[in-house]
């Protein structure tokens, strides 16, 4: 019994992490390489599983975005024909804590080509049973708590050229008024204006910025590197998730190839910096 309370203990260590700045006013919660609380000063700044709006906290969207139904869930690329549904499999796979202390933590994702992933969707809302994707690849994502921000840093490698889409997926807390607003490019937006989408993301094209204004009088400023798009999303107005992606998909015909797809030749690196103030 003691022998089994042990193991449950480290098990629930390893899935649950805690971070922290080196001044104490930030804390981050990670649990199974989820980001789930980035609280600064007390405050909570990431929307919660329990509350209405989205089941996560944030996730990432790969190899590709976008829904695939309408091209029956085929991903065609040089090595052939792939099997995905929405926003990639990338989800559908565990991450492995690499490394942590009190700063950073470290997990990843490794895939080897033609794998069979088991697809959650399957069959309330997809047809496709398994997964598939024609390359070996490794995924890391590393998160570090600073005085003044947090970093997600994204790292990709492959053995061979491979096509992908990447997006990051985080969720923000908001007030549950709709009165939030954001600055893009020197231009501002409500938060009316992502649930006009009416379940559609709303895309901005060439933005590496973009600030959130609460009605608590804060600013929540997303910096990016290597992604150069952003889209936001929302059906509720409790939260909104503010996406880094690196192309937006074909909504209309749902095709994917290398034309609307990046290419990693070996390693690609991506960053999105998240600051309070």
């Not at 089994?4 to 990670?30: A, C, D, R």
């Not at 309408?70 to 549904?85: A, E, L, P, R, S």
């Not at 490794?110 to 995924?139: A, C, E, G, M």
């Not at 600030?211 to 999303?233: A, D, R």
Request: net charge neutral.
């Amino acid at each position: 019994m003691l022998l089994l309370f042990y193991s449950t203990f480290i098990n629930n260590m390893k899935n649950s992490i805690l971070l922290q700045s080196s001044n104490g006013l930030s804390v981050v919660k990670i649990d199974k390489g989820e980001l789930v609380s980035y609280q600064k000063e007390g405050i909570e700044y990431l929307h919660q599983k329990e509350n209405t709006g989205w089941k996560n906290t944030d996730t990432e969207m790969f190899p590709v975005i976008g829904p695939t139904q309408k091209n029956d869930f085929k991903i065609v690329t040089q090595q052939g024909i792939n099997y995905q549904d929405q926003h990639g499999f990338l989800r559908e796979m565990p991450y492995v804590l690499i490394s942590s202390d009190e700063n950073i933590a470290v997990f990843e994702k490794k895939y080897t080509k033609n794998t069979r992933i088991k697809n959650s969707k399957y069959p309330k809302k997809s047809t496709v049973k398994h997964l598939f994707w024609q390359y070996d690849f490794t995924f890391q994502k590393k998160i570090i708590v600073t005085n003044h921000a947090i970093e997600i840093q994204f790292t990709i490698h492959t053995e061979i050229p491979m096509p992908f889409m990447l997006g990051y997926h985080p969720a923000f807390l908001l007030s549950g008024d709709g009165n939030e607003t954001f600055t893009i490019n020197n231009a501002c937006f409500t938060l009316q204006n992502v649930i006009d989408t009416k379940g559609d993301a709303l895309p901005f094209y060439d933005v590496n910025t973009i600030s959130l204004h609460l009605n608590s009088g804060k600013n929540i400023h997303v910096k990016t590197q290597g992604f150069n798009n952003v889209m936001l999303w929302t059906p509720v107005k409790n939260m909104v998730c503010i996406e880094p992606i690196t192309q937006y998909p074909d909504l209309e015909n749902q095709q994917y190839s290398e034309k609307n797809m990046r290419i990693c030749n070996g390693i690609a690196h991506f960053s999105v910096e998240i600051k309070i103030y």
